[in-house]
């Protein structure tokens, strides 16, 4: 992931090493190809902007222009400000205090929210928790039974009612769980290939139903600005808390990992990396940086 983009800034930043002393038009030429680098990994516009000016004032502020190894100085700048752009610190997913903890996970059909409510799921099984997975996507009775496998795969209970109302399943959902002395529900609901009102309608009563501590918007990264955009409305209309950002071990330009925190104001708290139950991974906005720039 994020390939490409690492090996543009790692060529600008090559020759920049090659050249000793800079001078405010050598910076300027250079935040000129960071910004093309960064829209061409698929990066929002707006994001973009803000980020190489981020970089330019940080820049006039240093030791840049004096310093006798100014790329040094600006790889610093730019590490810094990438970390800040995916959030800065490590985010973790937050418990209920009155349990049963409830996580909501919304997106668009396809994003990858059945297989990472299981994901996460087991990710909680392994420090202990044990969850209830609510099959609330009544619509593609598919997702009920993948959903059904999982639960199998990870060992773990599976609540449906086939094709009620998920509004109803989500409530009688977080009520078993309680029955049964279960902590952790994770609501896996409908997606649509649009964004569309009903769905969204939807998500909302479900939302004051449950009460979820948790909102996930589950992302597609291959989708780039598109999962970016969805994302945005999503957050209008429900508040999420924070992102799955799914399909990283595909070649995703990694345009959404780079935006969608600056757009929505929500971390993203864990990537997909793999279609197998365990391809989960915590997001590290550092590590990430690192790897970007080599
Ligand atoms: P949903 O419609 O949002 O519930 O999406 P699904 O969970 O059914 O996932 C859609 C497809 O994407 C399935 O074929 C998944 O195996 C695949 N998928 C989900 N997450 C990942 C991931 O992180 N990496 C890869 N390579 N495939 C994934």
Redesign the pocket.
């Known amino acids: 992931m994020l390939e490409a983009l690492g090996e543009r800034l790692g060529a600008i930043f090559d020759r920049l090493a090659n050249r000793g002393r800079l001078n405010e038009s050598d910076v300027a030429e250079v935040l000129r190809e960071v910004r093309v680098a960064l829209l061409e990994a698929d990066v929002a516009l707006p994001v973009a902007k803000e980020f190489v000016n981020r970089i330019k004032e940080k820049a006039v502020g240093s030791d840049v222009l004096t310093s006798l190894t100014p790329a040094q100085s600006v790889v610093k700048i730019v590490y810094d400000e990438l970390v800040e752009l995916m959030g800065g610190a490590a985010a973790r997913l937050t418990y209920s205090d009155a349990p049963p903890t409830v996580y909501l ?1 919304v ?13 996460l799921a087991l990710r909680l099984k392994e420090q202990g928790r044990r969850t209830l997975l609510v099959a609330a ?1 009544v619509y ?1 009775p ?2 009920i039974d ?1 959903l059904k496998t999982l639960g199998r795969q990870i060992d773990l209970p599976v609540f449906d009612e086939s094709q009620g109302d998920p509004v109803k399943i989500a409530r009688d959902g977080v009520a078993e769980a309680k029955r049964l002395g279960i902590p952790t529900v994770i609501i ?1 609901t409908a ?1 649509r290939l649009q964004i569309d009102d009903r769905l969204m309608v939807e998500l909302e009563q479900i939302k004051a139903a449950v009460k979820p501590i948790e909102i996930l918007f ?1 992302a ?2 291959m989708t780039g600005q598109e999962a970016v955009n969805v994302a945005k409305t999503f957050n209008e209309r429900l508040g999420i808390t924070g992102v799955i950002l ?5 070649d995703a330009r990694g345009g959404a990992a780079l935006s969608i925190h600056r757009m929505t104001g929500a971390p993203i708290k864990f ?5 197998k139950v365990t ?2 991974e915590a997001f590290y906005p550092d590590r990430l940086a690192q790897r970007i720039l080599g």
Do not use: I
């Open positions: 996970m997106g668009l059909q396809g994003s990858g929210k059945t297989t990472h409510a299981g994901k996507d593609r598919a997702a993948q896996d997606g589950v597609d990264a799914t399909k990283m071990d595909g990537v997909g990396v793999g279609e391809a989960l």
